[in-house]
């Protein structure tokens, strides 16, 4: 195996040695999109929910009934219509709706059993009537009204897996149709799970043919990676329409289960192997996290990012694009230093180091190629620039072979040697002849003041 591959494994490893930490004894609420059941790998999708369950995550799956529904209906000739998302359910469809949805869910206990996991199917969910809305009587199609937690927080105790059916019923035990978003959205809530997953037959969250906001970073696959709550909301007023459209629908729960408690919603391909674990146990994920706790955040360096700091720097250093330093330079230096850290494992560093006549250079900037394109490096060079107009500085600059042009991008320009400070002139590598870019601060600069790339 080449070194490299090596090191990446080696690196993932580690990063799922912090999330097994991290996520044991949480629960997870995982609503599996129905389409995904016939899909060729779906068993190996409830093979790896069952890993996640003996590694002490409380696992409960809610598996959508929708197409399983729409072949049961077919069969017997009964037409029900869509209104914005909802399937109007007619009382004489109930009976088969039912049997569609206990379907499903049995064939997921049943998989689970293949696995040598046990699962329960329940009614935990009250349900009240959609009633009539616009003038469209949702009949038979119903909203949570409660999750009957303690019951489900007694079958995790038994170390089962609970599987919801999209039926819930009234008080007086009224069976209606419900959505397994919704479902799954409000088991979390009320369980104050860590995650919630929606496990689709889409890529994640993606940008095509809607608004992102400002400062969201959208991946070369066109799948937004991540979003916080708040991006998430602007997400939604952005892109508000009449109309239903399902990944909206998903945003929306994924924000509401963030202001409701729920730390992070997932939405990920269950087309695509492996996905759920690259998703958790990964610090880069695979798909699409909302999120309303800290993932990730710019800090001064300390001791214990040495180490850390020197691998992630080790390539750039062979590539001779940064000089060498020693853990001892590190150390010398460490408050000259900010790293960019994510769930704990640091993927971007940089240094602002002052000299004389109030300038200091912004030097030692690395970002992990894994975090590239995601405006890590403009949020590292921010900042500096805060840190510098703190220190009350007259200008930073850089020396750059290759990263000119996404400095002059970002409102930097271009010095001569006269403009350095003269013990950085005096080190001036002629024969690298690096272009020198400057920023002026100026007093009244604020944060944010940096051109948007
Ligand atoms: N593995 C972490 C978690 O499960 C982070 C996932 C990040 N995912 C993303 N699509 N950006 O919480």
């Known amino acids: 195996m080449d070194k490299t591959m090596l090191k990446e494994q080696v690196e993932i490893i580690r990063q799922a040695f912090g999330y097994i930490n991290q996520f044991k004894g949480e629960t997870f609420v995982i609503k599996l999109e129905g389409s995904l059941i016939a899909h060729h790998l779906f068993p190996l999708l409830i093979r790896d929910l069952v890993l996640l369950h003996r590694m002490g995550i409380n696992v409960i799956l809610v598996p959508g009934a929708r197409d399983r529904i729409n072949e049961v209906l077919k069969k017997y000739a ?27 869910t049995n064939k997921i206990m049943t998989m689970l059993a293949e696995n040598g996991a046990n699962g329960v199917i329940g009614n935990w ?34 170390g089962l897996i609970p599987i919801f059916p999209t039926i819930g019923w009234s008080a007086k035990g009224r069976p209606y ?34 608004k992102i906001p400002k400062e969201v970073y959208v991946s070369s696959d066109g799948v937004v990676s991540q979003l916080t709550k708040a991006q998430a909301g602007e997400f939604l007023d952005l892109n508000a329409r009449d109309s239903y459209d399902e990944q909206l629908d998903l945003v ?77 330079d590190l150390a010398e230096y460490i408050d000259n230093y900010a790293v960019y850290e994510v769930d704990g494992t640091i993927h971007a560093c940089a240094a602002l180091q002052v000299y004389s006549g109030r300038q200091a250079e912004i030097a030692g900037m690395v970002v992990d190629e894994t975090y590239s394109n995601l405006g890590i490096g403009k949020r590292m060079v921010s900042y500096l620039i805060e840190q510098a107009t703190a220190k009350k500085l007259k200008a930073v600059f850089v020396l750059t072979t290759q990263t000119s042009d996404w400095f002059s991008h970002m409102g930097f320009s271009q010095g001569k040697i006269a403009d350095l400070p003269p013990e950085r002139r005096k080190n001036y590598n002629r024969k690298r002849n690096p272009l020198i870019l400057r920023y002026k601060l100026s007093r009244h600069r604020t944060k944010g003041s940096l051109r948007v790339e």
């Open 78 to 104: 009964i037409k029900c219509r869509t209104v914005n998302g909802v399937r109007v359910s007619p009382p004489e469809a109930i009976p088969l709706i039912k049997m569609a949805a206990f379907d499903v």
């Open 125 to 158: 969910v009250r349900a009240k009537s959609i009633g009539v809305r616009n003038g469209v009587d949702f009949q038979c199609s119903g909203l949570v009204e409660k999750v009957q937690i303690d019951i489900v927080n007694k079958v995790l105790g038994e």
């Open 252 to 328: 929306a729960y994924a924000y509401r289960a963030c202001k409701g408690g729920v730390q992070r919603v997932h939405v990920i391909d269950g087309r695509v192997e492996g996905m759920l674990l690259k998703e958790i146990f990964s610090n880069r994920g695979f798909g699409t996290m909302i999120y309303a706790n800290q993932h990730d955040n710019i800090r001064p360096m300390v001791m214990g990012d040495v180490p850390e700091v020197l691998r992630l720097m080790q390539p750039s250093i062979e590539e001779g694009v940064l000089v060498h330093r020693t853990e001892t």
């Open 177 to 210: 149709n419900l959505s397994s978003s919704e479902i799954a959205f409000s088991i979390s809530v009320e369980l104050n799970a860590a995650k919630l997953f929606f496990i689709a037959d889409r890529p994640g969250v993606t940008a095509q043919g809607y």
